[in-house]
């Protein structure tokens, strides 16, 4: 980028982010630059009411900018949890937030897969059903059956014993 950004540049920049799904390509520096901008405008437009009026736009289009990135990003890493793709046109100075935000949505989706398909501690046994038996909750806390006289199924050890003890099913010896 060169070493000055312009009115035009924050307005093409917000414009290509407004009407893009996807992160538009900016310069690396775009946002030092946006800073310096506004720091060298801040103290000419005091006395000047047409300058403070561009000045306040300047202002509303870099928070938009901004605004839109942050909303894209966040966007963006849940599509990559899901899909495993990187990011695209993503600056240096937001892939921080960006790995943070994938961090976090790491964790959640493990725990969500924790919920719904927990990984069973307690050891299995292979049993057949002798008579019918209803639902019940296992000793792992995961719901099995019900289950009909014939079936086969693998179930926590605790609960084949007290199944085969009732005379409710039989322990299959697998090879």
């Known amino acids: 980028m060169s070493d000055i950004l312009t009115f035009e540049t924050i307005r093409r920049i917000h414009k290509d982010e407004e ?7 900016i310069p690396d520096d775009f946002f030092e630059k946006a800073t310096q901008y506004i720091k060298a405008k801040e103290d000419s437009v005091k006395n000047d009411p047409a300058a403070a009026q561009e000045f306040q736009n300047v202002k509303h289009r870099l928070r938009f900018i901004m605004e839109t ?63 019918d038996v209803g639902a019940f909750l296992g000793e792992d806390m995961i719901s099995y059956g019900p289950f009909k006289k014939g079936d086969i199924a693998s179930i ?20």
Request: charged share 30%; aromatic share 6%; hydrophobic share 35%.
């Open 156 to 175: 926590p050890e605790k609960n084949s014993e007290i199944l085969i003890s009732g005379k409710k099913a039989e322990e299959m010896k697998i090879n």
């Open 19 to 25: 009407l893009s799904v996807k992160l538009s390509k």
């Open 69 to 131: 990135r942050e909303r894209k990003i966040l966007n963006m890493a849940l599509y990559s949890v899901r899909t495993g793709l990187p990011p695209e046109n993503l600056m240096p100075s937001e892939k921080p937030f960006f790995e943070s935000i994938l961090e976090s949505l790491n964790k959640f989706k493990q725990l969500r897969e924790d919920v719904l398909e927990p990984k069973t501690s307690a050891p299995l046994k292979v049993v057949a059903f002798t008579d």
